[in-house]
């Protein structure tokens, strides 16, 4: 099976509607369109083939937005790359993903080092070469790669094709519905599943986005309340500052405002009384990288009856426990559906995503006798702070590359501000300083991912089979 081109098809249909805002400036799908067209023939120009997988780093402006579509006209794979990262681990990105070409914003060049690097300054400069663009895209066709760490502590590289894209999109769709003057307000990054599903959306729908190049809660606030955007898209952290701002300055959301979809953790009991009030109804969702967005949503209607849930599966996916019978037992979350990725690439292409069929998400939760679903524990010693994933080993594969450290263990640590961060325990072999080591993180770590306290230890919590227990850990904080 077939889609025509997103791009093409949305330029057709509904051409004089506003695709983007941006500060001051706006653009419709047709003049979205006509600009990604020049944009593939500038790409063209410096060697981007068709079917090619490039990497793009970059920050979140529209000169980004018309870089990719410019690649999804050439039928490009992109590799999404977290500008926050640090630059050894943007070369291991680069490495395992194998790309033909780096396409990077002029400002964040100094992040890396490569022969295959073509800046944003030089696509601009280039006049545009004659090329075809795709007129009919494969459902199978991978539209975008995401990194997302693993449990190992390296990064696994997610597909997500265009049928994963869609399915995520119409099964939103279903659950909130459109409307043509639907507009989202983005300021999630691009990079995230959860900025570039807005970006897929828009395509699908035909629905404006009001883009901003980082999160502002006093603008966000104004926007919600000014009736200038319907949707919004945020973590627990991000949706608590808005609401600050909303009640300081005594206003309300405006009735055109529908709803705010929160990811990356559970959202507190007390925001959404709090949003409530204010007139902003929150829906709790249920997702990652490996299910192209939100699995599960729950209602606002349902909110303060099923306080804590995320809400029952959307209407193309199913949802059940592992190895449970009863409802509210705990086990591992499984998801089935055409949200979920058909495999990841580089070193673990390998590796099966899906058993059965069914996605083994490595998180606890459990069915309530409703079915709304409960996530109790994501993935186990996973920390979420500020709706960043952060898995303890990458950090302490870090550590204990140190000559000082000996062993090392990283667990979360509750933070009003985040919900949690990263703190490192540390068996040494020779002396060193906190600060030394703290130092060594920050040259080879995002700056979130870097602990917080260090502490030192003469011995770490283990099992009989030696395993680290990260969260006995947490018991000594």
């Known amino acids: 099976m077939t889609y025509p081109n997103w791009l093409s098809q949305r330029s057709y249909l509904s051409g004089d509607r506003m695709a983007l805002s941006f500060e001051e400036q706006q653009w419709t799908f047709s003049e979205i369109n006509d600009l990604a067209l020049v944009y593939a023939g500038k790409l063209t120009e410096l060697g981007v083939k068709a079917d090619s997988r490039v990497a793009i780093l970059a920050k979140s402006n529209p000169e980004s937005i018309f870089v990719m579509y410019g690649c999804l006209h050439l039928g490009c794979e992109m590799v999404m790359l977290n500008e926050r990262l640090a630059k050894a681990e943007l070369a291991y990105q680069i490495d395992d993903s194998e790309v033909d070409h780096i396409l990077v914003a002029d400002v964040l060049k100094g992040k890396l080092d490569s022969s295959n690097r073509i800046l944003f300054s030089e696509i601009e400069s280039v006049a ?153 109804p929150v829906l709790q969702t249920y997702g990652m990288t490996e299910t192209s967005s939100q699995t599960t949503t729950l209602q606002s209607a349902d909110a303060e009856r099923k306080i804590g849930s995320s809400g029952k599966p959307l209407f193309l996916y199913q949802v059940k426990i592992d190895g449970t019978e009863k409802p509210g037992e705990n086990g591992e979350i499984l998801i089935h559906g055409p949200q979920v990725t058909p495999g990841y690439i580089g070193a673990f292409a390998e590796r099966s995503v899906q058993e059965d069929g069914w996605l083994h998400t490595g998180d606890v939760g459990y069915l309530d006798d409703e079915g709304f679903l409960f996530v109790v524990d994501r993935r186990s010693d996973l920390i979420v702070s500020g709706g960043e994933n952060i898995y303890p080993a990458e950090i302490e594969k870090v550590l204990l590359a140190h000559p000082a450290v000996r062993e090392a263990g990283v667990c979360g640590a509750a933070s009003d501000k985040w919900g949690e961060v990263p703190v490192a325990f540390v068996v040494l072999n020779k002396e060193a300083a906190a600060d030394e080591l703290l130092a060594y993180c920050r040259e080879q770590i995002a700056s979130y991912k870097v602990p917080k306290q260090l502490f030192f230890v003469e011995e770490l919590p283990r099992n009989a089979s030696n395993k680290l227990l990260r969260r006995e850990l947490r018991t000594w904080l």
């Open 128 to 280: 545009p070469a004659e090329f075809e663009p795709q007129k009919q895209w494969r459902q199978d066709r991978t539209i975008s790669i995401m990194y997302t760490s693993g449990t190992t502590g390296n990064p696994k590289g997610v597909r997500q094709t265009a049928e994963n894209h869609f399915s995520s999109a119409v099964s939103s769709a279903l659950n909130i519905g459109i409307s043509p003057d639907d507009v989202w307000l983005c300021s999630v990054p691009l990079f995230h599943i959860s900025g570039f599903s807005i970006l897929m959306r828009s395509l699908i729908y035909g629905m404006g986005v009001r883009l901003y190049e980082k999160f502002d809660a006093e603008r966000s606030a104004e926007e919600i309340c000014s009736g200038k955007v319907t949707h919004m898209s945020m973590v627990g952290v991000m949706l608590e500052r808005v609401l600050t701002n909303v009640e300081e300055a005594s206003m309300q959301a405006s009735p055109r405002f529908k709803a705010v979809l929160a990811g990356g953790g559970p959202i507190p009991v007390a925001y959404i009384k709090r949003a409530e009030d204010c007139g902003i």
